[in-house]
């Protein structure tokens, strides 16, 4: 094992960190190579940097004149440079400031820098790298994201288990079959697929439940997927990640939180997702120890993520009207929910789909008593898309369809369902 690893992991021996670490992540490590020299001559302002393989004249990128028609948003500079691996600082400061905004009680909690990713999908699949191992017991809330199931069991053969998203209290008879001392959970609120946030007092109780199995020397990794956060329609919703809540809950616990622009800055294809550490009695020393490590398998898969995405961004976090732009974007989301919820109740009454609970996001779902797919099938005929999850789970992005279309998709829905079932 290089040096540099060595040195890592015996910062963050004694801690939980050093427990939940997979054999690749306690391997892994930023290199002293040639990203990591660039950025030390850059930083010593060399009077000649001949270090970065990039086309430079007088400092600045040699590039195409195109792009200059830009230069009132982005300098050109800022669209074709190299982003540092662990992403702008600049940006990471002020995503830091954003969610410590959305989320108080961060303010009193000791918490990393946000690294940046290429999207929130990269995030998770970063953190599998540090952390999962082959066997590893996963708890995924179900019904969940698909590129979960595609991430831990196909790509690294860990063995998940399903907590039903509805049933917090038998929760605890499932984790009893994960034998090992070692146990991660992922939670995703607002759930995708089914649009569903937990209430104040059930985030106490799901943060309970982690403790109580911290207090039994279980070693645990949280993994809280905030890709819909702030989109909240109702006040059931509480308005806090549940990172905000664990972030300091126990030493044997470590709660790592990722999250994306994607859909909090209404930037979706820009790819700029972030990862944020948290853990109890962890010090600064501990958490850039392991941003280094998280820092090592970014160079070993992408390198760093984009810079013009990352500049666009933090010119658009900057922006008197950002909040309000997007305020009204969730405002708008939340009148779809409230159109889809006042149709459904047209159909009160019939069993063959049932909604499932529902109070924020992008989306509701229905459990269906016949076949998911075929009502996906025969809907497209029909020229309404929605999608079908396994066997019974049907889910509508309601976010996607104008309000006006919101009845007539619903009926289609209904209707189509009914006619299947008899």
Not at 155 to 177: E, G, R, Y
Not at 250 to 256: K, P, S
Not at 302 to 309: G, R
Request: net charge negative.
């Amino acid at each position: 094992m290089e040096e540099i690893a060595k040195t890592l992991n015996s910062i963050i021996e004694g801690t939980v960190i050093e427990e939940l670490l997979s054999s690749q992540g306690k391997r892994l490590y930023f290199p002293h190579g040639i990203v990591s020299q660039s950025q030390e001559a850059s930083k010593a302002k060399c009077t000649i940097n001949a270090t970065a393989g990039v086309a430079l004249k007088s400092g600045h990128y040699i590039t195409h004149p195109i792009f200059e028609e830009c230069d009132g948003l982005v300098s050109t500079d800022e669209m074709v440079s190299y982003a540092p691996t662990s992403g702008l600082l600049a940006l990471r400061k002020e995503w830091d400031a954003h969610i410590q905004k959305e989320n108080p009680i961060l303010k009193q909690r000791l918490h990393s820098l946000p690294v940046v990713t290429s999207g929130l999908t990269h995030a998770i699949s970063l953190i599998s790298q540090l952390f999962i191992d082959e066997n590893t017991d996963i708890a995924v809330i179900d019904p969940s994201w698909d590129n979960y199931h595609l991430i831990f069991e196909v790509v690294h053969q860990a063995k998940i288990h399903s907590l039903p998203l509805f049933d917090i209290h038998n929760w605890k008879n499932i984790c009893n079959s994960c034998k090992k001392e070692k146990i991660v959970f992922l939670f995703n609120f607002p759930n995708n697929p089914t649009g569903f946030t937990p209430s104040n007092e059930q985030m106490i109780e799901i943060s309970e439940f982690l403790l109580q199995l911290a207090e039994k020397g279980k070693k645990i990794l949280v993994i809280v997927d905030d890709a819909y956060f702030g989109l909240f329609h109702t006040d059931t919703c509480a308005r806090q990640s549940l990172f905000s809540y664990i972030s300091d809950l126990h030493e044997n616990l470590l709660a790592v939180k990722c999250d994306a622009a994607t859909k909090e800055s209404l930037v979706w294809g820009f790819r700029v997702g972030f990862i944020t550490y948290a853990g109890k009695n962890l010090t600064y020393q501990h958490y850039e120890s392991l941003i280094e490590k998280t820092k090592g398998a970014i160079r070993a898969t992408i390198s760093s993520a984009s810079m013009v995405s990352q500049s666009l961004l933090l010119k658009v976090l900057r922006d008197s009207s950002y909040s309000s732009t997007v305020e009204g974007v969730k405002s708008e989301m939340k009148k779809r929910y409230e159109k889809v919820i006042d149709r459904v109740k047209f159909y009160e009454g019939e069993k063959f789909l049932t909604p499932l609970p529902a109070n924020s996001g992008y989306f509701i779902s229905f459990y269906y008593k016949g076949d998911a797919l075929q009502l996906r099938a025969t809907l497209l005929k029909e020229g309404i898309g929605i999608i079908s999850l396994g066997e019974h789970i049907i889910r509508i992005a309601y976010s996607a369809v104008n309000i006006e279309a919101i009845d007539q998709l619903v009926d289609t829905l209904l209707e189509g369902a009914k006619k299947l079932w008899k």
